[in-house]
Structures are given as C-alpha cells and as structure tokens.
C-alpha cells in the first residue's frame, strides 16, 4: 500500500510539473488575456440577444423578467448590469429590435475573434501543428471556416444559456406546484448540479472538437469534469471576493464591465489550465501504458536468454576438438 500511495503522490508531482511546463511552453497567460478580450465582447451580447428572444416569447412578467435577469448573468456582480439593459428595453420597446441588431453585428466580429484565439490555444496545448500557408483560395476558405466555427461555438454557449433559462423556468414550475415545500437549498443544490452537467458537456465536446487532432472523447471527459469542477469554485471565490472585500457597485455599469472582464479573464485561465491538465495527463498515461508494453514484451527476450545458453556446448565440443588435434 505504502509503495502505490508513492507511486500515486509520484505521478501527481510529475503531471504538475508537466502542466506547468506547457503552460509557460504555450504562454498561458497571454493566450487567456487574448481570448478574454474576444469573449468580453462576446459574451454581454450573447446575453442580450438571448434575453431580447425570451423577452419576446415569455412577455414582460416581472418574475419572468427577474429569472431571466438571474439566468443570464452567469458572471458574479453582473446582474445590474443586466437588470438595467432590461429595464431601458422595457421603457423604450422600440430598442429592442435595434439591441438585437447590434447584439447580432457584434457576435459577428467578436466570436469569430474568440473562436480563433481558442482554436490557436487547444492545438498549441495539444501541440497540433499549424496549417501550411497555401494560396489564395486556401487563406478565404480557412478564414470561412474559422468563422463559421466561431458561430458554431456562439450557437453552443446560447443553447447552454436557453437550456439553463428552460431548466430553471421547470424547476421554479415545480417548486410552485409541488405538494411538498421544496427548501432554498435543495433548488440550489438541483440548478448547481445541472449547471455542472451542461458545463462538462460542453467543455468535452469543446475538447474534443477544437483541437484539429480530435482527442477521443473518453480522454477529454474527465478533464471536462474537472475543468467544470474548478470554474464552480473559482465562481464561489469570486463571487466572495466581491460582496465581502470589495464591489464594483460604486463605479455604476462601468463596474458591472470591469467586473465582466475580471471574471472572463480568470475563468479562461481555468479552463485553459484545465485542457493543459487534460492533455498532460494523456500524454502521461500513454507513457506508462507504452512503458508497461515494453517490458511485458521485453520478458520473453529475457526468457530466451536460458535457451540461447544451449549453443555453448557447440562451442565447447569444437574447443575439444582443438585440443585433442596434436
């Protein structure tokens, strides 16, 4: 037991190490600061036009309203940031088609952008090696699918967004309906645990999907979990951080913004430490499983090793021979 617990504590130490290794390899840090930048102008606007679709379809309730508000703002402190753009679209209805325009105009620049840092950051953690230049019609093609994939990636993170609004509207229906009074904190422990399950869905078929290698899925689900694992803590510091050390509620939408931008550039960290884990620890694994094969193939050699001995009397019988030659 003693010997598997340092073979355990031995392999963490060398996945940290490595991980650490790639990170400065790939300058993580840069590589989070650019995305953040891109998804900063992705992200409110994919808010805006999920809440200006649901605003049209569920009407102005108050509670409705508030839900969606609650949903929406999956970044801490943003929620008056939020509750403001709704209470401007609810005084000027003429505004909404004109956001939803320039939520629209924006996604359109910003999450090409963002698709293009992510797709660069994964094939450099799984050391993909970049796309040969070619000519003209290759660089237009490659630019359309970049993009093209950058919609796709916006149109994954909006159905998250309207799956999270469809399943928070059911359990808050349940909730009203139910016989038994269901208590705060087991509604609360039931949207984290769905919210948990989309995440890691997500960050697996990002894993798997982005990187031009295409890992297996088995080898990204794990490191999914665990990235969805470390971002729902890192929401618990900072949302922390915010209400007991400091707030961004002085500076008016401003801090909402600042605030936005903090959580967007810590949460890329995460998750691309996370895909750093994921692919060191396959690589880690692969290695062992290779060095395993090695040695059970290597055994039957040493086997030979008794057989091969069974030459030597040759050997011996032409020394014999010599000798006995006057």
């Known amino acids: 037991?003693?010997?598997?617990?340092?073979?355990?504590?031995?392999?963490?130490?060398?996945?940290?190490?490595?991980?650490?290794?790639?990170?400065?390899?790939?300058?993580?840090?840069?590589?989070?600061?650019?995305?953040?930048?891109?998804?900063?102008?992705?992200?409110?606007?994919?808010?805006?036009?999920?809440?200006?679709?649901?605003?049209?379809?569920?009407?102005?309730?108050?509670?409705?309203?508030?839900?969606?508000?609650?949903?929406?703002?999956?970044a801490p402190s943003t929620r008056a940031l939020i509750d403001q753009t709704l209470t401007a679209m609810q005084e000027h209805r003429a505004a909404r088609g004109t956001s939803?325009?320039?939520?629209?105009?924006?996604?359109?620049?910003s999450a090409s952008g963002a698709f293009v840092e992510l797709d660069h950051t994964l094939n450099a953690i799984w050391?993909?090696?970049?796309?040969?230049?070619?000519?003209?019609?290759?660089?237009v093609l490659k630019y359309v699918e970049e993009r093209l994939s950058g919609f796709a990636l916006v149109g994954l993170v909006g159905l998250t967004l309207l799956a999270s609004l469809v399943?928070?509207?059911?359990?808050?229906?349940?909730?009203?309906?139910?016989?038994?009074?269901?208590?705060?904190?087991?509604?609360?422990?039931?949207e984290l645990a769905?919210?948990?399950?989309?995440?890691?869905?997500?960050?697996?078929?990002?894993?798997?999907?982005?990187?031009?290698?295409?890992?297996?899925?088995?080898?990204?689900?794990?490191?999914?979990?665990?990235?969805?694992?470390?971002?729902?803590?890192?929401?618990?510091?900072?949302?922390?951080?915010?209400?007991?050390?400091?707030?961004?509620?002085?500076?008016?939408?401003?801090?909402?913004?600042?605030?936005?931008?903090?959580?967007i550039y810590l949460s890329s960290l995460v998750v691309f430490l996370g895909a750093t884990l994921t692919r060191v620890s396959c690589e880690l694994r692969e290695c062992r499983a290779a060095r395993r094969d090695d040695g059970v193939s290597a055994s039957p050699r040493a086997k030979e090793g008794p057989r091969a001995s069974a030459d030597l009397p040759v050997v011996e019988d032409g020394a014999r021979e010599l000798e006995s030659r006057p």
Do not use: C
Request: no cysteine; glycine share 10%.
């Open 1 to 74: 037991m003693t010997t598997r617990w340092r073979e355990h504590v031995r392999n963490r130490v060398e996945l940290f190490a490595k991980t650490g290794e790639r990170w400065g390899e790939i300058e993580g840090f840069r590589l989070a600061a650019a995305f953040s930048f891109y998804a900063t102008f992705a992200i409110f606007p994919l808010v805006l036009l999920t809440v200006t679709v649901v605003g049209f379809i569920v009407g102005e309730g108050g509670a409705t309203q508030d839900r969606i508000a609650g949903v929406a703002a999956g």
């Open 194 to 263: 769905v919210s948990i399950a989309l995440l890691s869905g997500v960050f697996t078929m990002v894993f798997h999907l982005v990187p031009r290698s295409r890992p297996p899925l088995r080898d990204v689900f794990g490191g999914a979990v665990l990235t969805t694992a470390m971002l729902t803590i890192l929401k618990s510091i900072f949302v922390l951080y915010l209400t007991k050390l400091t707030s961004y509620s002085a500076y008016g939408v401003v801090g909402g913004v600042l605030a936005l931008a903090t959580w």
């Open 127 to 139: 050391r993909v090696p970049p796309r040969q230049g070619g000519g003209f019609a290759d660089s």
């Open 167 to 190: 399943i928070s509207f059911v359990l808050g229906w349940i909730a009203a309906h139910a016989e038994t009074k269901l208590t705060p904190a087991l509604l609360q422990t039931a």
């Open 100 to 109: 939803a325009f320039v939520a629209v105009a924006t996604l359109l620049f």
